[in-house]
């Protein structure tokens, strides 16, 4: 009885503080033999963080507002990703303005997991971009509130280049790191696993329908350069382990009127389409919609539909609007492929 006694008192130790963990984030929980819930020992798994980023420190020449400007697209590029929550930026300027902090010029990692704590982050991001001769750098620096652990990265650029293209690159870096050092931003009793690959891990072993993927685009007033949508969602179903067979829009077209597309066992379908919304010290502001279907070849039944909105901002009007169709498709494509292992694993179940 005493030993029990010490070692729940131990599992409870490594417990993260109270109130930042969400409840469905977390599979650490069991039931007891005697009806009561006791802390599971093994690593609980967090399929998303929640990650606040703090005005940027610029000194870069010819635009004075490029520290704020970071905040917005890192914000709105980073948000595509399920497996991080963003903080709102006024949730935290309200937040600081009651301690009488401020944003902007914050480079100091004990002050952002001061601020980390009081926003309910778990990771906090800030930097500053300078130049160099005509080259421009960007550093982010990536901190762990609960651990204090320190990671960075640098994207270059040159002034007088595209600044979407450095940002590209940070979004990049930024995303990439907040995976592979989420075991040492995280406390070492957790596990991080975004959801598309538990989804793959869900899928592994199993008999995957190939499938096509056939979704319009358009933004209006301007023409569409290549698919987001579309290219979002076939990137997340070969990430989960599906075939996708490559089908033109004359295949769409021939496949609603006769149900043919052979070799193809479920295709997806939609329409996107963006537009701007506003414009607001220099950068834009775009709104997207998405409506996608699942439909057996075969037997043409609907699996699954799914519709959402989302909205971004990015320096160009084109690039927001992407970035919001893409935000909107890996939502969606989430869903679908959660449909999909469902409909697997009830086939499975009658089958045996």
């Not at 606040?52 to 948000?79: C, H, K, M, W, Y």
């Not at 980390?116 to 300078?130: D, E, L, S, T, Y």
Request: charged residues 25%; proline residues 3%; glycine residues 6%.
């Amino acid at each position: 009885m005493k030993t029990t006694r010490i070692l729940t008192i131990l599992a409870i130790s490594l417990l993260p503080p109270a109130g930042v963990l969400n409840a469905g984030d977390v599979n650490s929980v069991t039931p007891s033999e005697n009806g009561q819930e006791k802390i599971a020992a093994e690593v609980k798994t967090v399929n998303s963080v929640t990650v606040a980023i703090i005005d940027f420190e610029s000194q870069a020449p010819g635009n004075p507002d490029l520290g704020r400007q970071l905040v917005d697209i890192l914000t709105a590029r980073l948000s595509v990703y399920d497996q991080f929550q963003l903080v709102e930026r006024k949730k935290l300027e309200d937040l600081l303005k009651e301690h009488q902090l401020s944003l902007a010029g914050m480079v100091d990692s004990n002050q952002a997991v001061k601020v980390g704590k009081m926003a309910g982050a778990r990771i906090m991001v800030f930097g500053r971009a300078f130049a160099v001769d005509r080259d421009l750098y960007i550093v982010a620096k990536i901190v762990g509130v609960e651990t204090s652990q320190v990671k960075g990265v640098i994207a270059k650029g040159k002034l007088e280049s595209n600044l979407s293209d450095v940002i590209d690159q940070l979004v990049d870096k930024l995303a990439g790191g907040l995976e592979e050092w989420a075991p040492q931003l995280l406390p070492k009793s957790e596990k991080f696993q975004n959801r598309l690959d538990a989804l793959a891990k869900r899928l592994e072993g199993r008999d995957l329908p190939t499938v096509a993927v056939m979704i319009g685009e358009v933004h209006v007033n301007r023409p569409v350069a290549d698919p987001a949508a579309q290219t979002e969602i076939k990137k997340a179903l070969k990430q989960t382990g599906f075939t996708v067979i490559e089908a033109r829009k004359e295949t769409l077209q021939e496949w609603a009127k006769d149900f043919s597309l052979a070799g193809v066992d479920v295709i997806i379908t939609g329409e996107g389409f963006s537009e701007f919304g506003t414009r607001v010290g220099g950068l834009v502001s775009c709104a997207a919609r998405l409506e996608v279907q699942a439909t057996e070849r075969e037997s043409h039944k609907i699996i699954t539909s799914e519709r959402t909105t989302r909205r971004a901002v990015d320096l160009s009007e084109t690039i927001a609007a992407k970035t919001a169709l893409q935000a909107a498709a890996r939502e969606l494509a989430i869903k679908l492929i959660e449909k999909l292992a469902q409909e697997l694993e009830n086939r499975e179940e009658f089958e045996e």
